[in-house]
């Protein structure tokens, strides 16, 4: 699997934007995706992850009620909904997919995308 990740930008505080992570293969529809995202200094840290249909999703408690992750098996996509983006939100977002469970540590995700910067002006 292969990941494009786009839509990062400068927004301000309160403001919404939208990630997508484009996949390619025909396995997208097989694995579960999540979203990482690492602050210069920080380490990587977990965003929120999404089964493979769909129906299961979960979220760091920083992010809770702001972010909604979800995905389109037919498109090979999936999606991370920011809203009322805080300073502390922005970094570098990484798209990843994991081919064995839906989970939380980076360790269980086997390909990731190149990330996308988000910047958010207070």
């Known amino acids: 699997v292969q990941l494009q990740a786009s839509g990062g930008g400068l927004v301000q505080a309160g403001d919404s934007l939208r990630l997508s992570c484009a996949a390619s293969g025909r396995t997208f529809s097989t694995v579960a995706m999540g979203w990482f995202r690492q602050a210069p200094g920080k380490e990587r840290e977990f965003v929120a992850a999404?089964?493979?249909?769909?129906?299961?999703?979960y979220y760091a408690d920083s992010v809770k009620g702001r972010f909604t992750i979800s995905r389109d098996n037919a498109k090979n996509t999936v999606y991370l909904q920011m809203n009322s983006l805080k300073s502390e939100d922005a970094a570098v977002y990484y798209c990843?997919?994991?081919?064995?469970?839906?989970?939380?540590?980076?360790?269980?995700?086997?390909?990731w995308g190149q990330g996308t910067q988000v910047t958010v002006s207070s």
């Open positions: 999404i089964s493979v249909s769909g129906g299961s999703s």
């Open positions: 990843a997919a994991a081919r064995f469970k839906l989970a939380g540590n980076f360790r269980d995700y086997q390909y």
